[in-house]
């Protein structure tokens, strides 16, 4: 483990759950349908199907497909688990946007190339708590942490 992964880890496992408005959440909705409509791939469910490389991944992508993983999108902050489908289509597509691996590195790469499609401030923190701490914790833990939205 990276001093990096272990700090941003801790800040999301031990980071108290933050509530966002009404009006943040429908902002993030908003964009979320925005970007999802935009993709220029098909993403598809699966309870099954995890990439274990983002190489793998972008080899879909470059078909215009792509395996999104039920087990992944389990967030309370959306208001149906369509939004959290369509969240990680969106994250997924712009790792291979970014040429982003899954490494802590790569997962902040990725989030970067993101967040300058967001509306807000208060969208960006919302996907860098989804996308930096969560993964800092997965890597972390060798498992997918609780769910929780964390603003350090």
Same mark, same amino acid.
């Given at each position: 483990?990276?001093?990096?992964?272990?700090?941003? $880890?801790?800040?999301?496992?031990?980071?108290? /759950?933050?509530?966002? /408005?009404?009006?943040?959440?429908?902002?993030?909705?908003?964009?979320?349908?925005?970007? &999802?409509? =935009?993709? #220029?791939?098909? #993403? %598809? &469910?699966?309870?099954? %199907?995890? *990439?274990?490389?983002?190489?793998? %991944?972008?080899?879909?992508?470059?078909?215009?497909?792509?395996? !999104?993983?039920?087990?992944?999108?389990? /967030?309370?902050?959306?208001?149906? #688990?369509?939004?959290?489908?369509? &969240?990680?289509?969106?994250?997924? *597509?712009?790792?291979?946007? $970014?040429?982003?691996? &899954?490494?802590?590195?790569?997962?902040?790469?990725?989030?970067?190339?993101?967040?300058?499609? !967001? #509306?807000?401030?208060?969208? =960006?923190?919302?996907?860098?708590?989804?996308?930096?701490?969560?993964?800092? $914790?997965?890597?972390?833990?060798?498992? /997918?942490?609780?769910?929780?939205?964390?603003?350090?």
């Amino acid at each position: 483990m990276t001093p990096k992964v272990d700090t941003l $880890a801790k800040l999301y496992l031990e980071g108290e /759950s933050v509530e966002i /408005s009404d009006i943040s959440q429908l902002e993030l909705c908003d964009w979320l349908m925005s970007e &999802f409509q =935009q993709l #220029p791939i098909n #993403p %598809m &469910f699966s309870n099954y %199907m995890r *990439y274990h490389t983002a190489a793998q %991944m972008c080899a879909d992508i470059s078909q215009q497909q792509l395996w !999104v993983s039920a087990d992944s999108y389990d /967030s309370e902050i959306y208001p149906n #688990p369509f939004y959290g489908f369509a &969240f990680l289509a969106i994250h997924d *597509y712009y790792h291979c946007v $970014a040429d982003a691996d &899954f490494s802590l590195e790569g997962e902040i790469t990725a989030y970067r190339t993101l967040a300058n499609r !967001v #509306p807000s401030l208060e969208i =960006q923190k919302i996907i860098y708590s989804e996308i930096v701490l969560k993964s800092s $914790a997965h890597i972390y833990l060798g498992h /997918s942490p609780a769910s929780k939205l964390v603003f350090p």
